[in-house]
């Protein structure tokens, strides 16, 4: 029975010293406004959001002064110990202009004994093309524009001959050395070249797909 007195007492102390402490936690909550709402940290008001801040007035700027130009480092003074280490290096060794020996023989092109001293542009040009090799690249030339002309129909082969084959060979020559961005261009009658005088744009078209220099037949039995 004591205890069941005790225990009775004891819960009714707690109980009281509990709402004590709620009352004390809610006397400094009773005079705040609840639905009152607190703008956060950061942000303005409606009200303050359509005005402009005003511009902060600028610093006059003042005139950076003229950086004095720097001064030339002084050459550093060696000290007695290193005068005395450059002193006793070796001064540089003298070297010879070099001279280039004279030639063993004097430069000369070795031409053939039936060739003039001072040959002509034409001459050199037929020492490499001959007239027998000039006659066989026509005889591969036609016999390869045969075989891949076949029937088919289009502009008319003409057997090529031997100076035809030479105007064609001057006018790829002189393409090589003066360039043009289209080959219609060489044969423009505001451009006058002298190559184009004698052969024309046409017969230049249809020599070059089927000029060839080695017989064509001899490469197809070497392919089988």
Not at 31 to 55: F, L
């Amino acid at each position: 029975m004591n205890l069941w007195i005790t225990s009775v007492a004891y819960s009714w102390q707690l109980f009281c010293t509990i709402a004590i402490d709620v009352q004390v936690l809610r006397q400094p909550f009773e005079d705040i406004d609840v639905n009152e709402r607190v703008p956060k940290r950061g942000r303005t008001s409606t009200a303050a959001r359509g005005q402009k801040r005003p511009k902060a007035a600028r610093k006059p700027q003042t005139p950076r002064k003229p950086q004095a130009p720097r001064k030339p480092r002084a050459p550093k003074q060696l000290t007695s110990e290193e005068a005395t280490v450059v002193e006793s290096l070796p001064l540089p060794p003298e070297f010879d202009f070099f001279e280039s020996p004279p030639p063993p023989h004097s430069a000369k092109p070795c031409l053939p004994s039936y060739m003039p001293a001072d040959p002509s542009p034409l001459e050199l040009f037929q020492l490499f093309f001959s007239v027998e090799i000039l006659e066989e690249i026509v005889k591969n030339t036609n016999e390869y524009a045969e075989i891949k002309r076949g029937d088919t129909p289009g502009r008319p082969w003409f057997d090529l001959t031997v100076p035809e084959l030479k105007m064609f060979i001057g006018v790829k020559i002189y393409m090589g050395v003066y360039r043009f961005l289209a080959i219609d261009d060489y044969w423009k009658e505001e451009c006058k070249h002298p190559p184009m005088e004698k052969l024309s744009l046409n017969p230049y078209q249809q020599i070059k797909p089927f000029f060839h220099i080695s017989p064509f037949k001899e490469e197809l039995s070497k392919r089988d």
